[in-house]
Every structure is written in C-alpha cells, then in structure tokens.
C-alpha cells in the first residue's frame, strides 16, 4: 500500500471541489495575457476573450444538452437560483398572470426556500415533504400543482443526502399544469447524465466548485423554445440576455468551461471509481464499527455522498476526535448552539440521531489510501468519543 501524503484527508466533496490542474492550466492566461474585456469587440484583446467565453458557454451547454445562446453566467448557484425563482414569479406577476403559488420541497438548499419566500410580494409559497428515504412523492406534487402554480423548483441531487429525484417525471407535472420547472443542479452537473430537452428542463442551476471548476462562477440554463422569461434582479449594461448585467469574468468562465469539458468526458469513469471507493470504504468501517447508518435511498443516490448516523458519538465529537479528516455534519450553526440538520428532520430522523450524522463526499481526487485510512480515524475517533 503507498504511503498517504502527510496532509487532511479530504471527504466534504458535496461542500466543495478541488480545482482539476487542467482547469487551473487554462485560467492561468486569462489573469495576466489575455485580460481582455469581452464585451470591448472593437479590438483584438477584447474579440479574443469573448471568443473564449463563448467556447466556454458551448462547453457549459453540451454538458446539459443546451444550446450555447440559452446559457447566462452567474456568480454561482445560489445567484442563479435566486434569478431562476424571483425572475420567474415577479415576470409572471408583472405580465398579470393570477398565477400565485411558487412549489419547492422541504430538502432544498436554504438559497431555495428563502428565494421561494415570496408571501409579501403576493405570492403563496408552498414547501412539499419528503419521504423518509428523501424521495419526493409524485402523488403530493401533483395535488400541489392542482392550484395554478408559476413556477415548481426540485434540487436534482441533494446536497446532504446525495439523493436523485426523478427531474424528468416532476418536469413533466409541472408542464402538464402550466407551470415551469426549475432544478438546481449544482450537485447534478457533471456528475449524473442531464439532458435539459430530454427531460423538459425550463431552469437549471450549475455552480463551477462542485464539478472541480472555480469559487465565484456558475450559470443558468434558461429554455428558449418555448421561451422562458425572467425579471432580472438587478439593472445594469444588459450582459447575458439582459438576465445577468455586469462584465463577465473571463478567467473564471474559461475554467466553468474546462472544467463541464472534463466532466462530460470522464464522467462514466469518476462514477465507477468512486462508486468502487465508496463500497470499500463502506465496508470498512461497518466492520471496525457496526450499527453505522446510512441514511436515504441506497439506490437513487450520487456515489460520491454518504450520510452516516454513528451508533453513539455525535458528529461534533467525532470531528474533534479526527481533526486530520475533513468530513461535514450537514448542520448550521445559530449563535452558539449547533442546530440537527433541517434536511435530517425533514426524512423524520429523530433529534438524537440526526447529531449523530456526519456526510462523506468523495471526488474525483479522493485515493484508495485516503478511504482506508479516513475509515480507521473514524471508528478510533468513536471509540475515543465515548469512552
């Protein structure tokens, strides 16, 4: 066996990616040589970074099935969401439909269920349950959209519990009661095959740092045929279709690009090897640990997450007593006190169980040598936690 480079083990690939080399590779130019501004197209400099941004935004669409022209760059996912949900509701409004009710599910990204927050622009937001293996019932989406619904939004892999919702059945619900569809994908892209057109997509949300691209970069699929229109939320020079103004970050943009080419390249191969590393590392530690949980559907699940609940250590003790291994609890902190994850309780997991919990994330940089070992540190940190 080699030896495991003296540094953290790292397993919190849902929080965040590291940057591929050859992500970086192609950045490196657009900083120093090649910092054009792309919309000053009456030079050369400024001609070839729009260039690049352009090559970048088909590589953006091929890893969705899109095309170039209906993808807009956004800072990242939580922007992209929030111009997804709010445009679509405040366009609607503006344009007099009486369609009032905005449809999300208890387990969304709290980027999601605030944007869905809409009651005092005279909206009705509606927040649907979820099973206890975190799947959304279609019979309760479909009572839901019965009152006229502008727009239903479902994370396509969540970010906790790595679950895989059926986008392509709850796109078809949302069209069939005159509703769009909007699915943060910022777990999904690059990792799971998408097809926007396939699967009736209106909306889709990709964040560059979750599919080893840059911090500060995503973007937004917006259907144009038929079109989808959004309220911008803020004025400026009317970049990206007049959905995102601002001067696009060039750099940032080329490495969203390289980093959705790889994916869509080496996809097949990251979700067998991590597949293998997860069972391993599964195996391992339910032999030096028995009675470890997972939590969720076991089969409609990423490769790369695990949600864990440990027998009797909570996931706060188990970090202190294995600082070398990066791992997430899932929860939030509210002044002093560590809060159970709110996506926890919304499978029905017990308030003991849930600060229990701790979620692993593989990628695509995580080692055979790095499971072995992150599974030894965790049964020696329960045993120390309580003893």
Known sequence: MSQRPNRPIYLDNQATTACDPRVLQVMLPFFAEHYGNPHSAEHAMGRFA??????????????????????VFTSGATESNNIAIKGAARHALHMGSDRRRVITVATEHKCVLESVAL???????????????????????????????????????????????????????????????????AQAAGKIPINVVAAHIDLLSISGHKLYGPKGIGALYVRRRPRVRLAPLFSGGGQERGIRSGTLPTPLIVGLGEACRIAALEMAEDHRRIAGLRDRFMERLQVLLPGVVLNANPARRIPGNLNLTFPAASAQALMEAAPE???STGSACSSAE???????????????????????????????????????MLARAHSLAVS
Not at 343 to 365: C, M, Y
């Open 325 to 327: 291994l990066c791992v």
């Open 119 to 185: 009651a005092a622009e005279g909206f009705e937001p509606v927040v649907l349950p979820v099973r206890p293996d975190g799947m959304l019932d279609a019979d309760v989406v479909r009572a839901a959209l019965a009152v006229p619904t502008v727009l239903l939004s479902v994370m396509a892999v969540n970010n906790e519990i790595g679950v895989i919702q059926d986008i392509a059945l709850l796109a078809g619900l949302a069209r069939e009661a005159g509703a769009l569809f909007h699915t943060d994908a």
């Open 50 to 71: 729009e260039e690049a941004v352009e090559a970048a935004r088909g590589h953006v669409a091929a890893l969705i099935g899109a095309e170039a022209r209906e993808v």
């Open 338 to 376: 560590v809060e159970p994850s709110y996506v926890l309780q919304a499978l029905g997991l017990p308030e003991d169980a849930a600060r229990r919990t701790l979620r692993i994330g593989i990628g695509r940089f995580t080692s055979s040598v790095d499971i072995d070992a992150a599974a030894a």
